[in-house]
């Protein structure tokens, strides 16, 4: 049975203060859910954020939204999977449709941002997700198959039991239309079959696959409860308490 895990990616959102008093509500309102919770505040909280965490015996896991494609060295501006890793960041987003669109990211890119964060010791969680062109267009399963197979594809099998996959539709994200459940429960399946392809139908039935596009209080639930959907990965209403806390109670 796989725990389902609910993740707020923040993306460039909340200065400090604001940031703060969100990490520490959260952690005044938790209880003994039945999902795991991650949040992906910007790179400069994630120390601070760990450290809130811990401090408060918080079961919450904190990750980041990116990882530099390199290890180490003159590479001004990136940080790296281990530099993360010794922060206390224990999950990393790669492949977010943004960095994908705004810095071109892609195939071997990511194959090594996903390389080097299992590394660091930093669970991967791979997103793929379709534009609304190539969905009208009825490409949407070819272009998810292609995001998997140039990138997350190239992981061992010892590799990819540490991955998450995240199928984010790109028309879905911040736009307030959700991928249906039906919709959402049709592609995920889909990427459970590759996986199952590609790796084994034992690997295939434990790796987590999260849904991300316009979740909601009022969506979650639905959502959560297809077959093959184990938890969201949130933006806008990850940003404020009470629909986030209602999302994590929809798990
Ligand atoms: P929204 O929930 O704001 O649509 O963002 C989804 C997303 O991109 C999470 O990574």
């Not at 090594?112 to 793929?128: D, N, V, W």
């Not at 490409?139 to 998997?148: A, E, P, S, Y």
């Not at 992981?155 to 199928?167: D, F, H, L, R, V």
């Amino acid at each position: 049975m796989r725990r389902k895990l609910v993740a707020g990616n923040w993306k460039m959102n909340l200065h400090w203060n604001e940031a703060m008093s969100l990490v520490s509500d959260l952690v005044k309102n938790e209880k003994d859910w039945n999902c795991d919770v991650l949040i992906c505040p910007p790179s400069p909280y994630v120390r601070h954020t760990f450290e809130f965490l811990k401090n408060a015996k918080s079961a919450i896991s904190v990750g980041a939204q990116d990882c530099a494609s390199s290890t180490d060295g003159a590479f001004t501006g990136e940080i790296s999977a281990g530099m993360l890793s010794s922060i206390g960041s224990s999950f990393v987003l790669v492949g977010h449709s943004e960095r994908r669109e705004y810095q071109g990211e892609r195939g071997e890119t990511l194959t090594k941002k996903l390389q080097h964060s299992i590394g660091a010791g930093i669970q991967p969680i791979f997103c793929c997700g379709e534009k609304l062109d190539e969905r009208q267009s009825n490409n949407h399963f070819d272009v998810v198959q292609t995001q998997l197979e140039e990138a997350l594809f190239a992981m061992s099998n010892e590799e990819i039991s540490k991955c998450t996959i995240a199928y984010e539709p790109v028309w879905a994200i911040g736009t307030g239309e959700t991928a249906s459940p039906e919709q959402a429960q049709e592609m995920h399946s889909f990427i459970r079959d590759q996986v199952a392809t590609k790796y084994g139908d034992d690997v295939a039935s434990r790796i987590r696959i999260l849904y991300g596009g316009s979740v909601n209080a009022g969506n979650a639930k639905e959502l959560f409860g297809q077959q093959d959907i184990d938890g969201g990965l949130v933006g806008g209403a990850s940003l404020k308490i009470d629909s986030f806390l209602q999302i994590i109670q929809s798990a």
